[in-house]
């Protein structure tokens, strides 16, 4: 009965390769967001979708490229990893004002 | 532009109260307030509106001083369960992008 859910949980994985983070949310909003928080906490949003449309697309590298496929689905797919990708990614949806966020991946690039 | 939070941490004995302080450079349309704990994706605690406004969450509320461009958190007689990352986050455009701060770190002792 998770609200927001993202798989996998943990991702490690070589730089250059290229990885995908699932998220999918049942409270029926219709806005999804990705955020990164790197290892000193700091939380910063990357992208936001409403009803599978593009609102908010933060200065994030073209490597990274989100995608809806409906409204309860938001999915990052990452290209030619970097080190400074190592972070933990959120994903969150809402429908007001309160954001609902997902457990978190947490992505490692060696 | 990232809302200032202060102070950076604190360490509180059970019982205690303490307030954090999130300041903006920028005209205000909402203010948010997010607790994480650790290892864990954060908590939507309260949004602020409206200048002025306070809210209440348990024996946690927040003020807005919309023309200080300014929000505080106070959590009074303190428990242990209140230890985390206290997050606010603004929105200047009422556009749903929230710029988080980068987190006050509170630690209750028993």
């Known amino acids: 009965d998770t609200a927001v859910s993202q798989t996998p949980k943990y991702l490690v994985t070589q730089m250059g390769n290229d990885k995908s983070i699932k998220c999918e949310q049942n409270l029926g909003h219709d806005t999804m967001y990705w955020y990164k928080q790197d290892s000193k906490k700091f939380l910063k949003i990357m992208f936001s979708?409403?009803?599978?449309?593009?609102?908010i697309n933060e200065t994030v590298p073209n490597r990274f490229s989100p995608k809806s496929p409906d409204k309860a689905h938001l999915n990052l797919h990452i290209n030619s990893l970097e080190l400074g990708d190592s972070a933990v990614y959120f994903c969150?949806?809402?429908?007001?004002?309160?954001?609902?966020f997902g457990p978190g991946t947490r992505l490692t690039v060696l | 532009q990232q809302p200032v939070q202060s102070p950076q941490a604190v360490i509180l004995r059970e019982g205690e109260d303490a307030v954090i302080n999130c300041s903006s450079s920028?005209?205000?349309?909402?203010v948010h307030w997010y607790r994480q704990k650790h290892g864990e994706a954060p908590v939507f605690l309260m949004i602020l509106l409206k200048g002025g406004e306070q809210k209440g969450h348990e024996k946690i509320s927040a003020s807005f001083n919309e023309k200080k461009q300014q929000s505080s958190l106070y959590l009074t007689a303190s428990q242990l369960s209140y230890s985390g990352t206290y997050f606010c986050?603004?929105?200047?455009?009422?556009?749903?992008?929230?710029?988080f701060g980068k987190g006050t770190r509170l630690h209750i002792l028993p």
């Open positions: 979708y409403n009803n599978k449309e593009l609102i």
């Open positions: 986050g603004t929105d200047v455009n009422r556009d749903d992008k929230i710029i």
């Open positions: 920028k005209a205000l349309y909402s």
């Open positions: 969150a949806s809402s429908q007001t004002n309160e954001q609902f």
